[in-house]
Every structure is written in structure tokens, then in C-alpha cells.
């Protein structure tokens, strides 16, 4: 059997997922031997490839740059799970949303204007930092979704089981406390 | 007092005339998932978790407000009533903001943990981000209305258990929310005991004691029933 050609993503969260993904400890030895990595923050590939079976997105979708590469991703892709409560929730990075619409002016204005201390003003280096969204999206608002990892950041037990589901070729499920969102 | 016979889920129980269907379906052993319901309050059937299905009529009931009638035949778990009850949970969580992994309640929410029991693996609609405050003028106590879910469990217990009437609801629609007195920040309320009974009843993180930070926050209910044991039995056990 061809090995499952897996990718992760990190958009608008904190990396705790990915970090959550390397408390798999000994199972990534199993799981290197059973995937190809074509894509992730943890390995050094610039372009997401073509042809991906599973690509788990962490983090909400907060500028242009997120929703551009999710929808790349979408593109290529034949099953996203969206992992964690940032991807699946907006969680955190949403807080911002109840400042109503336009916040992204608002919070940018706060951060490097308000608070700051030298230099201020917003940064704006167009192809260089992305513009913020208006609102902060679960990744499921902007894409097609195929399955839920919740969790923040979801246990490493919760990956694995994730994982092991879809090595198997089965349809992931999860139940119970293994739905905890937080 | 009259019994009255009735199925549940196809076991053939008897209930005592004037019984919920939450009473009879508890004291037969069949669990029905509830959230405003609190054991010793009275019932209001705000949340409509515990939707059942009644034979013979069309629309779903409340378990815990619908009395029990002779023959009723009752079904309390259906992929219908599962689609329901994840609808409810979902527009629950869509309507204020439930941030779970920042809440004094997380790992200890009522809301949270009927979620996942109740397969709940994300919200399909869209998530209304309103702007709520956090009332923190009380010396023990705080009051964030993001994770209000206007049960109304705080109401209840304020005003049946301890008497005082401090708690009330005020607005309509998503627009509702528990106001201390006049609708005045709770630490200016000259009818609060401070006995944190509220506290205690809130099921989510939208009650909290000052000074409990991220999943912290956890109920002690056997104040509560210490209080409603001594009022409906006379018996002071603590």
C-alpha cells in the first residue's frame, strides 16, 4: 500500500497543537515509518505539493495569507481535519471579534499605535505581512471541513487516536471526553 | 396520591400524579440529558435539552415541565431528538462566547461536558461574537456574561432558596441577561447576602469566585442541597 501522504499547517494559533503532535513521543518513530511528511512547520518544504491525503490545520484563520494557503490547501488535499480549538472554534484568536466589524483596523491601532512605547504605527509591507480579516474564522467557515479534532491543545492520546484511524483507512470518530473542547 | 402508569423507552414504570417526566424517567433509572434543570429548584424548561418525544403529539416537551399523564408512551433518545438536542447545544455556544480554553470553568462546565457527551465536535453556525461585559464590582463574587447561558438557575436559587431576590432577567431574545436589582453592578445591590448560592448553581463559567482563574472554578452543589434537604425534610445534615 502507497504510504499516506500527510501535512500540517499552522495558521492563526499558538503552535501548541504542533507541540501536543510531538508529545506522540515513541509513536512518531512508528508513525515515520507508516507516513510521508510533505508538509508542516516542522520540516523545511516551502510549497504545499499537490496530492495530499490528510492535512490537520491548526490555528483560525485570521489574515489573507491563512486563507489563501487553506484554500490552496483545500485544493490539494483529499481529507482536512481541522485540529484544535483554534481551527475548529476560532477560540482565542476570535476574541477579537467581539469588537464588531472592521476590529482589524481597531486591535492593529491598539497593539502598534496605543501601546507603543517607540516607533508607532501600523506595519504595512504589502506581499510581506497579510493583512488581518475582518473577523476571525473557524477553518470550517472557510473551507469544506471533513473531520473535528477539538481540544486545546488536543492531548497527544487524541492525535494518536485520530491517526491511527486514518492509517487504518477507517473514518475518524471520536466520542466522549475526547470531544473536550478547552 | 395516585399513581399513574406510563413507558419510557419501552419499560413499563408507574409515577406519582403531579410527577415530571424528568422524575419519573430519573426514578426509573433512564437518564435524560438536562442543563437548567437543578435538583430542589423549581423547573422552568428554558434550556430544552430535555426534549422527549410523547406518543400522539406532534412537538417535542420538556421533560422536566411536562407532568406525567396514564398511558403516555414516551421515547427520550431518537436520532431526532439527538438532531434537537446538538442543534440547542450549538446555538448555545454560537450565541455568546464560550471560550472554553480560557474559562474558570473549563473541565468543570456543565455546558462543556454535555456537549461532548452529546457528540458535539463543532458548531455549524455561524458564531455571533457578541460584546458583553464582565461584572466584577462584587467583593466575593463576578458575573461574565459571555458564558451566560440564561438558564436561570442564579434567578431561582436567589430568589427560592435564599430568599432575597437579587438576581433578575432583564431584555428579550439573545438580548437577555441577569441583572442584580435595577439592573446596577452587583456590588452596589443592598438586597445580595453574599451567600454565593448563585455561585454555586451556575452550570458554566458565568458565575465565578474572585479569584479562581482558568479551570478553577469548581461547584460545591452539596450547599445547595444541604439547604433544600432542611427545608422539605426538617433535617439538618450537613
Not at chain 1, 165 to 171: A, F, H, K, T, V
Not at chain 2, 24 to 47: E, K, N, Q, R
Not at chain 2, 106 to 133: I, T
Request: with cysteine; proline share 5%; net charge negative.
Amino acid at each position: 500500500m502507497d504510504r499516506l501522504r500527510v501535512a500540517t499547517v499552522w495558521l492563526g494559533g499558538c503552535s501548541g497543537c504542533h507541540m501536543s503532535f510531538l508529545d506522540l513521543d515513541e509513536f512518531l518513530i512508528d508513525l515515520a515509518g507508516m507516513i510521508d511528511l510533505v508538509y508542516s512547520p516542522v520540516i523545511d518544504v516551502k510549497e504545499y505539493p499537490e496530492e495530499v491525503d490528510v492535512c490537520l490545520i491548526e490555528g483560525a484563520v485570521c489574515n489573507e495569507d491563512n486563507l489563501e494557503i487553506l484554500r490552496r490547501i483545500r485544493a490539494r488535499t483529499r481529507l482536512l481535519v481541522s485540529f484544535g480549538d483554534c481551527a475548529v472554534t476560532a477560540n482565542v484568536p476570535a476574541i477579537r471579534n467581539q469588537l464588531g466589524l472592521r476590529n482589524d483596523e481597531s486591535v492593529l491601532q491598539r497593539a502598534y499605535v496605543e501601546g507603543a512605547q517607540s516607533n508607532p504605527g501600523v506595519p504595512r509591507e504589502p506581499g510581506i505581512v497579510p493583512p488581518l480579516l475582518p473577523q476571525v474564522l473557524p477553518a470550517h467557515q472557510a473551507v469544506h471541513i471533513d473531520y473535528f479534532l477539538p481540544g486545546c491543545p488536543p492531548p497527544a492520546d487524541r492525535i494518536r487516536t485520530v491517526l491511527s484511524q486514518l492509517l487504518r483507512g477507517e473514518e475518524p470518530h471520536l466520542e466522549g471526553e475526547q470531544l473536550k473542547f478547552g | 396520591m395516585a399513581a399513574k402508569t406510563l413507558t419510557i423507552d419501552g419499560k413499563q414504570i408507574s409515577a406519582d400524579q403531579g410527577a415530571t417526566i424528568l422524575d419519573a424517567a430519573t426514578d426509573a433509572g433512564i437518564t435524560i440529558p438536562t442543563l437548567c434543570h437543578l435538583d430542589g429548584v423549581y423547573d422552568v424548561g428554558a434550556c430544552r435539552l430535555c426534549l422527549v418525544e410523547v406518543a400522539g403529539i406532534n412537538k417535542l416537551l420538556p421533560a422536566c415541565t411536562t407532568r406525567v399523564h396514564e398511558g403516555m408512551v414516551i421515547k427520550t433518545d431518537s436520532e431526532r431528538l439527538r438532531k434537537y438536542r446538538r442543534m440547542t447545544l450549538e446555538l448555545l455556544f454560537a450565541e455568546r462566547n464560550h471560550v472554553c480554553a480560557v474559562c474558570v470553568a473549563n473541565g468543570h462546565c456543565e455546558l462543556q461536558s454535555l456537549a461532548y457527551s452529546l457528540g458535539m465536535d463543532h458548531v455549524r453556525y455561524d458564531y455571533r461574537f457578541p460584546k458583553w461585559g464582565v461584572d466584577n464590582t462584587h467583593t466575593l463574587f463576578g458575573m461574565d456574561h459571555n458564558r451566560c447561558i440564561l438558564c436561570m438557575r442564579c434567578v431561582r436559587v436567589c430568589w427560592h432558596i435564599e430568599g432575597a431576590g437579587t438576581k433578575n432577567v432583564s431584555g428579550r431574545g439573545s438580548g437577555s441577561q441577569i441583572i442584580s436589582d435595577l439592573n446596577q453592578p452587583w456590588g452596589t445591590s443592598d438586597t445580595c447576602t453574599r451567600c454565593g448560592k448563585c455561585v454555586m448553581a451556575c452550570p458554566t463559567g458565568a458565575l465565578f469566585a474572585k479569584g479562581a482563574t482558568v479551570s478553577e472554578m469548581e461547584r460545591d452543589r452539596t450547599r445547595l442541597e444541604f439547604i433544600v434537604t432542611a427545608r422539605e425534610k426538617k433535617q439538618w445534615i450537613a
